[in-house]
T-cell receptor, first 111, second 112 residues
């Protein structure tokens, strides 16, 4: 079954302590890999789209990368305001381009 | 631009009652979606509309119906609510079906 798997489920960092979140996806027929941020009680907020292995995108302290079987969301020198759940999703030709979401990584950054 | 708006924000229903969740987008997007989000289950697609005039079932369509009223509006109807439909419902839109989706703020529904 095609699925998107995120790890870890939860991550606790100290302010300034860099780390990475992982997203494993089904390789065949990938059309796009998406990263979202979700704050408690709010809808997911779009961050990045990656289309091909080797692609990288950056926004402030976040950098998303894509390999042939995984995507990483690197968080450099995080701040408490980066605390949120980070979701990844893929879009594939086999699913008629619909997004399949992972269950997310809950990131907590302590001051 | 308001983006994607949803009404109501909160709703409590009794088992068997019906209601319609409203969604509108002002980004001139072609595709619109309804998801539910439950603890431990992630976001699951209920129905989607790839373009005005079309609708298709997603992963969990049972107990729901949808209407793509026009290009801007996409409503979700619960004909006879059940406790299993207690969830947070999100509407989303995208320019085309394989592009990034933009989400509304959600409707928190409780069925007692």
């Amino acid at each position: 079954e095609d699925q998107v798997t995120q790890s870890p489920e939860a991550l606790r960092l100290q302010e300034g302590e860099s780390s990475s979140l992982n997203c494993s996806y089904t390789v065949s027929g990938l059309r796009g890999l998406f990263w979202y941020r979700q704050d408690p009680g709010k809808g997911p907020e779009f961050l990045f789209t990656l289309y091909s292995a080797g692609e990288e995108k950056e926004k402030e302290r976040l950098k998303a990368t894509l390999t042939k079987k995984e995507s990483f969301l690197h968080i450099t020198a995080p701040k408490p305001e980066d605390s949120a759940t980070y979701l990844c999703a893929d879009s594939r030709t086999s699913s008629n381009y619909k997004l399949t979401f992972g269950k997310g990584t809950l990131l907590t950054v302590n001051p | 631009n308001a983006g994607v708006t949803q009404t109501p924000k909160f709703q409590v229903l009794k088992t068997g009652q019906s209601m319609t969740l409203q969604c509108a987008q002002d980004m001139n997007h072609n595709s619109m979606y309804w998801y539910r989000q439950d603890p431990g289950m992630g976001l699951r697609l209920i129905y989607y509309s790839a373009s005005e005039g079309t609708t298709d079932k997603g992963e969990v369509p049972n107990g729901y119906n949808v209407s793509r009223l026009n290009k801007r509006e996409f409503s979700l109807r619960l004909e006879s609510a059940a406790p299993s439909q207690t969830s947070v419902y999100f509407c989303a839109s995208s320019e085309y079906r394989h592009y990034e989706q933009y989400f509304g703020p959600g409707t928190r529904l409780t069925v007692t």
